[in-house]
């Protein structure tokens, strides 16, 4: 196929020419010939002045790594025999000088490139915000400026959990990045990235945000953008059009490795909070109520009389925890923490993450359908995990009732290991109980506003549920607990 180049130009210079008639025809009537390409001119942001004030700011991350090589025959190796070695064995040929027999001359250690990243000056003696991926293992870290001037930096400290991780180089005279509020972003508008993507220093990018406080199980509510975003961008600015960072450039969705549309940046706010931890203490210090959280679903919402679908769900509560001597239960929901309310399950964490520990707060839970306010000591966050309790046994089976359970009482070793009272243990299911995933073994603690306190009084409750409404239980099974909906059979 043959291209007509001069064809070529008379179609961009017609598409050129129907745009900017369309444009002209939105101006007002009387418009001059000078208003009318400013028209042109605002039709699209011009990104040169913000890339101006900004770009002496982003700094280029380089990291090597040492690394172990075992001596081999051929160019780079120091002994030629190794190959006759490793066919027949370390006495074949006698020890080169200085090295007992039958043993190999040590490995050696070499420096190796490990990554390239992108970071940005947040104070002018030399403070410089990254990812902590960017620097995770690397032996030395190197920050090269934009003028092209390079420093080894050190690591003040790092916080895995929101993948940042704070540096110093020695420099005085910086040019910092104004820091901008994350919290006032809004979808739609126009934001810039400027990092190293496949180690191109300096590369300018633009785009929209797409979505706010995008869930994806990790700690923090992310800035989702179309802003081209690849392998070395990570840990560079996220920035708005007054020139002020909003987020730290940190991930892509992507099934290719390469931008695909997506990508997801720390909102500055959330940064910010670490970087004051890790440059007084050189760590993260979050505090914890000792709970494990669910969901609440718009069905299990209605069946416990909550307003709307909202609050985490206290699946456990930890013994001797902050939450535990403050009164919190199983099936409680926490819909406010320090006058701040919580919508979403994971807004929970990070509002208690971010709270001082020792300190007091107050917290709002929905219990059997109304508010309860309690205070709670916050703990400090442990480095681990406890260990996940064994499951309890599974006692012999019954008739089954009308959600489908046949049930017995607890057994007295449960009562004490799991610290709850009252209760009855899931014998035999079927029915609805089965579809709702309730399995043998497992604990109904309550149905509804009511608390199980035997068989007998279990019976007696199912006996009087409404048999057009699903009924809301809530479910203990090893240390946790979750609401779940049936709807007894008539």
């Not at 869930?215 to 840990?235: C, H, K, M, R």
């Not at 000792?290 to 718009?298: A, F, N, P, R």
């Amino acid at each position: 196929m043959q291209f007509n180049l001069l064809g070529c130009r008379r179609i961009v210079r017609m598409v050129a020419g129907a745009t900017a008639a369309a444009l002209l025809a939105f101006a007002p009537l009387g418009t001059t010939a000078s208003a009318q390409t400013d028209v042109l001119q605002n039709a699209m942001p011009d990104f040169t002045r913000v890339v101006e004030q900004t770009e002496a700011s982003v700094v280029n991350i380089r990291t090597t790594e040492t690394v172990r090589i075992r001596n081999r025959m051929g160019p780079g190796g120091n002994d030629p025999y190794e190959l006759f070695r490793w066919f027949f064995g370390p006495d074949f040929l006698p020890p080169m000088p200085g090295q007992p027999r039958g043993q190999p001359e040590p490995d050696q250690e070499r420096t190796v490139p490990r990554g390239v990243g992108s970071g940005f000056i947040i104070t002018e003696d030399g403070f410089i915000l990254t990812n902590n991926h960017v620097v995770a293992g690397s032996s030395d870290i190197f920050v090269t400026l934009n003028d092209g001037k390079e420093y080894r930096a050190k690591i003040v400290g790092t916080d895995t959990r929101t993948d940042l991780a704070l540096l110093k180089i020695d420099a005085k005279g910086l040019k910092p990045l104004p820091i901008g509020e994350s919290r006032s972003l809004r979808k739609g508008q126009w934001v810039l990235a400027i990092g190293s993507p496949f180690g191109l220093e300096s590369t300018v990018t633009a785009g929209i945000v797409s979505a706010i406080n995008r869930e994806t199980g990790d700690y923090l509510p992310f800035i989702q953008t179309d802003v081209a975003v690849n392998p070395g961008n990570s840990g560079g600015p996220l920035i708005d059009l007054s020139g002020r960072v909003v987020g730290v450039n940190s991930q892509i969705v992507s099934r290719s490795g390469g931008f695909m549309g997506i990508s997801l940046a720390i909102p500055i706010d959330e940064a910010m909070l670490v970087v004051e931890q890790l440059k007084d203490h050189g760590k993260v210090t979050r505090g914890r109520i000792g709970v494990q959280i669910g969901t609440v679903s718009e069905d299990v919402a209605k069946a416990i009389g909550l307003p709307k679908a909202m609050g985490a769900m206290v699946s456990n509560v930890e013994r001797n925890g902050p939450a535990d001597q403050a009164g919190v239960r199983s099936g409680d929901v926490i819909t406010r923490f320090n006058d701040r309310e919580i919508n979403h399950m994971s807004d929970l964490p990070r509002i208690v993450g971010n709270t001082k520990p020792g300190t007091r707060a107050t917290m709002e839970l929905w219990r059997k359908g109304r508010t309860v306010k309690v205070n709670v000591k916050v703990g400090e966050m442990p480095s681990t995990d406890d260990d996940t309790p064994a499951r309890p046994s599974t006692p012999e089976p019954g008739p089954a009732d009308a959600l489908g359970l046949t049930v017995t009482d607890v057994p007295a070793a449960l009562r004490d290991k799991f610290q709850f009272e009252g209760g009855v243990q899931v014998a035999q299911v079927e029915g609805p109980a089965a579809d709702a995933g309730l399995s043998p073994g497992d604990i109904v603690l309550t149905i509804n506003d009511t608390d199980v306190t035997s068989p007998s009084h279990y019976a007696s409750v199912v006996s009087k549920l409404d048999k057009s409404r699903p009924a809301a239980v809530l479910v203990m099974r090893g240390d946790q607990s979750q609401w779940v909906t049936i709807t007894p059979r008539k």
